[in-house]
């Protein structure tokens, strides 16, 4: 079992529709990132999140640390938030490597 | 654009040969992050350095080496090249070691042939 879960691996929808994409760890973190790769294959990082929720434009990201559990949302989908969505943690052991999950891929049709 | 540099974009080799990848962080970033993308792997920390010296070993194999050098930029060597070790190389920076935040480079696409 890998360390970071996504789900769905691949999700498609409409324009304008409300996407949650989840992701699942089982080791104690420090942060957690949510990056955007686009087509291209170049990184964005989104967020990074150690507690609570953060809100950037129409991108959320929550974490419930007790649960092991974050949520990335997007509200208002547009075809340009096509991409593929990761999930990465740092652990607590002061090494700063991020160990990533295997990314959702997501389509929005106009 | 992240700030952080690398070249070359993509890099086309054969089997046995020796690449360097390269790196320039953003300024006044200390820490140098480098990460394979393979197809059937996904994203995999290979190793950090900060300020020059390495801080931390991830699944790096014993053919690839990386140093950081006096002015923070970075070099990644792969050696002994495999049709396996083809795969996007990405580098990343931040300003320390502790909880930041790391910002990505457009990554290098290696094709071993």
């Known amino acids: 079992k890998n360390e970071v879960e996504q789900s769905p691996q691949n999700l498609t929808a409409q324009e304008g529709e409300f996407i949650t994409i989840n992701c699942s760890y089982s080791v104690g973190i420090s942060a957690l990132h949510w990056l955007q790769q686009h087509p291209g294959g170049g990184i964005v990082s989104l967020f990074m999140?150690?507690?609570g929720k953060k809100k950037h434009g129409r991108l959320i990201a929550t974490i419930n640390i007790q649960e092991k559990h974050s949520s990335l949302h997007i509200t208002a989908s547009h075809p340009r938030d096509s991409a593929v969505y990761i999930c990465a943690v740092r652990g607590t052991q002061g090494a700063q490597k991020l160990v990533f999950g295997q990314g959702t891929r997501l389509t929005i049709n106009p | 654009d992240s700030g952080v540099t690398q070249t070359p974009k993509h890099l086309i080799t054969a089997t046995g040969q020796r690449v360097t990848l390269r790196c320039s962080p953003r300024s006044g970033d200390l820490s140098v992050y480098w990460y394979q993308q393979s197809l059937d792997q996904g994203l995999q920390f290979l190793i950090q350095?900060?300020?020059?010296?390495?801080?931390a070993k991830g699944n790096i194999l014993e053919r690839f080496s990386a140093q950081q050098f006096p002015d923070l930029h970075s070099e990644l060597n792969l050696s002994s090249l495999e049709l396996g070790d083809s795969a996007l190389y990405f580098c990343?920076?931040?300003?320390?070691?502790?909880?930041?935040?790391?910002?990505f480079g457009p990554g290098t696409r290696l094709t071993v042939l």
């Open positions: 350095y900060y300020n020059g010296e390495e801080r």
């Open positions: 999140l150690s507690s």
């Open positions: 990343a920076s931040s300003p320390g070691t502790q909880y930041g935040e790391q910002f």
